[in-house]
């Protein structure tokens, strides 16, 4: 009798500290980052490359820890982060961003406040140096929530935002894409799909706050002023205390008639999905089978970091208070 108690009470000392092992502890802040989703394959991309893109989303990760630590909140974490990946070259937003039909830069980006449901957007900006200040301002400072073009740079200059010389987002690179692009078109060649290269931002701050903010150059070759999902709240940005936060890259067009961010929140509030189980229902059975091309991070009020994407690649990482910490570019 005396072993069977024995036995029965070492059962439940292994029973009790499998489920403490295997019980996430809950985060006290977590960053998730994005730089676009595409065609984004080992064998196309050289080492130096690689490993450039990695010490970027390492040193965006980076920031937001060091703000959260202090006990930064969600929303100056999603701006100071994406600003480091705006004034970076490497990708489609800021500095990268891609090129129009006609040689131009024109950017969108947006910000969304999970705790007040407040948000701020810009669109089709082109002398705006970091444009995801901007749509804070919006959001701030305006009783707006999307302004574009012309009436934004105005608004900027009077806000005190940084204006710069459109020449100042000159790449050699997407110069060259876009003369590609363009070459193609004219030869009634099929466009390889996009590399997209939008940036965005998710977090969930100390305070249990939760904040998204996505910025871009749009797509390569847009025309007639062309405006993605990215400045729009509910397609490329969500955020919502009660739900979790989320940021787009992909083909807008889609991304805007699915109103993918708002959807993932809408079916964890209203269907009771996990983060995951809403990500993957959007983007990897509704989108996929749309022939939508994109993913997104996200995070949610628990701290659970989902980041789906049904194409080759998305360059992505997260970063939790518990040491947990990620950066990934491809598939698996
Ligand atoms: N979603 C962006 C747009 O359509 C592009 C991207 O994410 O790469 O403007």
């Known amino acids: 009798m005396n072993n069977f108690i024995f036995k029965l009470a070492i059962l439940l000392l292994a029973i009790m500290l499998q489920s403490k092992l295997f019980a996430q502890e809950k985060?006290?802040?977590?960053?998730?980052?994005?730089?676009?989703?595409?065609?984004?394959?080992?064998?196309?991309?050289?080492?130096?490359?690689?490993?450039?893109?990695?010490?970027?989303?390492?040193?965006?990760?980076?920031?937001?820890?060091?703000?959260?630590?202090?006990?930064?909140?969600?929303?100056?974490?999603?701006?100071?982060?994406?600003?480091?990946?705006?004034?970076?070259?490497?990708?489609?937003?800021?500095?990268?961003?891609?090129?129009?039909h006609s040689g131009k830069n024109e950017m969108d980006a947006s910000i969304m406040d999970g705790k007040t449901l407040n948000a701020g957007a810009v669109a089709g900006v082109d002398n705006i140096k970091n444009p995801i200040s901007l749509a804070y301002s919006v959001m701030t400072k305006s009783k707006h929530v999307m302004l574009s073009g012309k009436g934004a740079s105005e608004f900027a200059k009077n806000q005190g935002i940084e204006i710069v010389d459109p020449k100042y987002f000159f790449t050699e690179?997407?110069?060259?894409?876009?003369?590609?692009?363009?070459?193609?078109?004219?030869?009634?060649?099929?466009?390889?799909?996009?590399?997209?290269?939008?940036?965005?931002?998710?977090?969930?701050?100390?305070?249990?706050?939760?904040?998204?903010?996505?910025?871009?150059?749009?797509?390569?070759?847009?025309?007639?002023?062309?405006?993605?999902?990215?400045?729009?709240?509910?397609?490329?940005?969500?955020?919502?205390?009660?739900?979790?936060?989320?940021?787009?890259?992909?083909?807008?067009?889609?991304?805007?008639?699915?109103?993918?961010?708002y959807t993932v929140s809408a079916l964890m509030e209203y269907k009771n999905l996990s983060l995951q189980d809403a990500g993957d229902e959007i983007i990897n059975k509704k989108l996929k089978s749309a022939g939508g091309s994109g993913g997104l991070v996200s995070v949610d009020k628990n701290g659970n970091v989902s980041m789906p994407f049904n194409t080759a690649g998305m360059f992505r990482g997260f970063l939790k208070s518990t040491g947990e910490k990620k950066v990934l570019i491809y598939k698996n």
Not at 72 to 96: C, H, Q, R, W, Y
Not at 190 to 218: I, P
């Open 27 to 100: 985060p006290e802040y977590v960053v998730v980052i994005h730089g676009g989703a595409g065609v984004i394959k080992k064998e196309n991309m050289s080492a130096e490359k690689e490993a450039a893109y990695i010490k970027k989303i390492n040193e965006a990760l980076q920031t937001g820890k060091t703000i959260l630590e202090k006990g930064g909140t969600s929303i100056e974490t999603v701006i100071a982060v994406i600003k480091i990946m705006e004034d970076s070259p490497l990708f489609n937003a800021g500095k990268g961003a891609v090129f129009t």
């Open 173 to 261: 690179r997407r110069w060259k894409s876009l003369q590609k692009v363009q070459e193609r078109e004219k030869k009634k060649l099929e466009n390889e799909k996009e590399k997209h290269g939008t940036v965005g931002c998710v977090v969930l701050d100390k305070y249990g706050n939760l904040a998204a903010g996505t910025s871009t150059g749009g797509m390569t070759n847009k025309r007639y002023g062309r405006i993605g999902d990215s400045p729009i709240i509910g397609a490329g940005t969500y955020a919502n205390n009660a739900t979790c936060a989320v940021s787009c890259t992909g083909h807008g067009e889609f991304f805007i008639r699915y109103v993918v961010a």
